[in-house]
Structures are given as C-alpha cells and as structure tokens.
C-alpha cells in the first residue's frame, strides 16, 4: 500500500489532519486519489477530519484505541466533562464514575453471536448488570463495552 502525506496540519485540540494520495493500487486500480484521514498525537485513525473536530474539538475528548488489536479510535477521555466515551459511527455516549449497568444497556451485550463468543471468549468486553464504575478505570470499561457494542 503505497501512501504519500502531501498536507499536515496538527491542531491544539490533539489531532492531526492528514491529505494523502493513494497510487492506484490502494484506489482499486484506478487513478490516484486524494484523501482526508484524521489522527491521534499517537498516529491513529480517527476518521474524517469533522469527526475529529466534534470528538476533540467541540466535546474535549482525546481518542485512543479500545485495545491493541483494534485499528480505529473509538473511546477517550475528557477532562472538562471527566467522563470517558466509547463511539462509533452510529452512536456516542459517555461514563463516569456511578454509572450503573442496566438490563437492555449496550455495555450489557458485546453485539457478537454467540457462536463467534464460543470460539472467541476473549473478544467480550460487555460487563454484567450491575456493574458500577466506582473508578475512571471502571468508567473506560464502560467505553469500551459501549464502542464494541455497537461497532
């Protein structure tokens, strides 16, 4: 895969904008194209950049991977509301300390079938009703409940 930076533009917020053309190989075989992709300070995905900017911008929140296996942003951390957020294209929602899990709540449900959980027990991240963020740790666990459950 072959990717050129033509444009960087970083932002105080803690995001970087990305121009990058694609030979025509990554566009399919076709001609090469130019794209938009926003990153984290760390060099991972986010988005598009107006994403980005309501994430990092508008609601403070600095995007991190749920976990190493995962390719795209889809929690973070703010310090003015001092919740974390899970997210994905459809849906965001935020955590903090006292939250509670409830029957029907997408922290609750990993949004997996069941045959995928047998052969893949490690890939649930929902938590059990019941379960209370008493921490900030417990609040990012909520997150990444939520982000995984409705990626």
């Known amino acids: 895969m072959s990717r ?4 960087e533009v970083k932002y105080k917020a803690g995001y970087v904008v990305r121009s990058e ?11 090469p194209i130019t794209i938009r992709s926003a990153y984290n300070m760390a060099g991972d995905y986010i988005g598009d950049p107006k994403s980005a900017y309501r994430l990092c ?3 403070g929140i600095k ?3 749920a976990s190493d296996a995962r390719k795209v942003c889809s929690i973070g951390f703010s310090e003015q509301t001092g919740k974390w957020y899970g997210w994905s294209h459809r849906a965001i929602c935020g955590f903090a300390i006292g939250d509670v899990v409830k029957e029907g709540d997408c922290t609750a449900s990993s949004g997996l079938t069941d045959e995928y959980l047998a052969a893949h027990p490690d890939e649930d991240t929902s938590l059990p009703i019941g379960f209370t963020a008493e921490t900030l740790d417990d609040a990012k666990k909520l997150a990444v409940a939520f982000a995984e459950s409705v990626s």
């Open 4 to 7: 050129t930076t033509i444009r």
């Open 21 to 31: 053309r694609l030979d025509g190989d990554d566009a399919m075989g076709g001609p």
């Open 57 to 59: 911008q508008k609601r």
């Open 63 to 65: 995007p991190e991977r």
